[in-house]
């Protein structure tokens, strides 16, 4: 048998034992482990997917682009990556700015150490102390036994990329501050610092110095962040490029769908270089995504894109369409009439924030909807107010 003895001393004398038996024979520790193997197995499994995790997916030959505002931006991305220094990638929505973010992790030194992603917009700020810094065991109510590791301590000796940091509270904002200038963090509950050394990059699509000048953003922060800024162009600005970024996705998705051998068409070009692009690579993305999966022959055509692509770029309106055009013409619907509907809809919201000059309450008056429904709309479709101040601004 498998047991335990614990001996039992009075006075320093050893007057006696206690015995527990964990196994009474050999078969029943043999069934204890064919209970406890898997169980093992699927722990390392687990923890070899979350050191994968903590890789870099991209590097700088990824990053496709060779118009002169987004080479620039490159090339001072691969040259400060070297450096332990903080960078501040200020872009769009959409613009690529975690690719960079990875790019300069795998060029530089750190990159056999861990590679650390939090979005500062999407943890509420009542669990971001924790998420950042961790925590000890028993610092609140379902708190896990032992304490957790905060994201800092986990990217240690590697980089965190804190995107969307003008998301991030003031309260959180000092927090944040003290770690960058003692290099040390303290888990919340806990008693005693930790030293950390980690490269901070931040990203964010909002323009801190307006919100430094509208208290709204620490100006000590700010200077500490923007060490480096690297300022990455909208797709608009780089229209050259979309062929080379058009083909590149092209055969990302060959590789998802299991395809090969699929053209673009030089109309099929045009109509990108036309449009405005408001969600920038990330809306092009999308844009290629759902030709492929719509494409029945081998050549990418005007008639796969979406309708709200028509777009004329001298007004703010969409293109009034006349249905005899695809009766008469060999073009098919590819799309259903739910998918017609929530593309008018969409279109009809950004429509009232334009002609609302982007006021919510007054765009929703518009539409003689109510103000809930209105911002469920809003957060439905995924409309931004960058892309509602483009619409604006042309």
Not at 12 to 20: D, F, I, P, R
Not at 288 to 307: A, F, K
Not at 342 to 365: C, P, Y
Request: aromatic letters at 8%; glycine letters at 6%.
């Amino acid at each position: 048998m498998v047991a335990n003895r614990y001996p039992l001393f009075i006075d320093n004398e050893l007057v006696g034992a206690v015995g527990t038996v964990m196994f009474r024979n050999a078969q029943d520790w043999l069934e204890y482990s064919k209970k406890v193997e898997p169980l093992i197995e699927e722990l390392n499994y687990y923890k070899k997917r979350f050191e994968k995790e903590l890789v870099s997916k991209y590097s700088f030959s990824q990053l496709i682009g060779s118009t002169p505002s987004f080479h620039a931006a490159k090339q001072l991305a691969e040259k400060v990556s070297a450096s332990s220094s903080a960078i501040l990638l200020f872009g769009e929505s959409g613009t690529g700015k975690e690719l960079f973010a990875h790019a300069i992790h795998d060029a530089s030194p750190r990159r056999l150490f861990p590679f650390v992603r939090v979005n500062c917009a999407s943890i509420p700020e009542h669990l971001l102390e924790s998420e950042l810094f961790g925590y000890e065991e028993g610092a609140f109510t379902g708190a896990k036994r032992g304490g957790k590791k905060g994201k800092f301590e986990v990217a240690n000796r590697g980089t965190i990329f804190l995107d969307e940091i003008g998301d991030m509270s003031l309260h959180m904002q000092s927090k944040l501050l003290r770690v960058l200038q003692e290099k040390e963090i303290e888990r919340v509950g806990g008693n005693s610092p930790i030293s950390i050394d980690v490269r901070v990059i931040a990203a964010t699509h909002r323009n801190l110095e307006d919100m430094v000048v509208l208290k709204e953003f620490r100006q000590d922060l700010y200077y500490r962040l923007n060490v480096i800024k690297v300022d990455i162009p909208p797709l608009r600005e780089r229209i050259q490029d979309i062929p080379l970024i058009a083909n590149a996705l092209l055969k990302k998705l060959e590789r998802k769908f299991h395809r090969h051998g699929i053209q673009i068409s030089n109309e099929f070009f045009q109509i990108l270089k036309s449009h405005h692009w408001p969600g920038n690579v990330r809306e092009l993305e999308n844009v290629m995504e759902r030709c492929v999966n719509v494409l029945t022959g081998n050549v990418i055509t005007p008639e796969q894109l979406p309708l709200y692509l028509y777009e004329n770029p001298s007004s703010k309106t969409l293109l009034s369409h006349d249905p005899s055009q695809y009766i008469k013409s060999d073009m098919k619907l590819t799309k259903s009439l739910k998918e017609l509907i929530e593309e008018t809809e969409r279109n009809a919201v950004i429509q009232a924030l334009v002609e609302a000059n982007g006021n919510k309450i007054e765009a929703a008056k518009l539409l003689d909807i109510s103000k809930s429904t209105f911002y469920e709309k809003i957060k439905y479709y995924n409309i931004h107010r960058n892309e509602i101040d483009e619409y604006i601004k042309n």
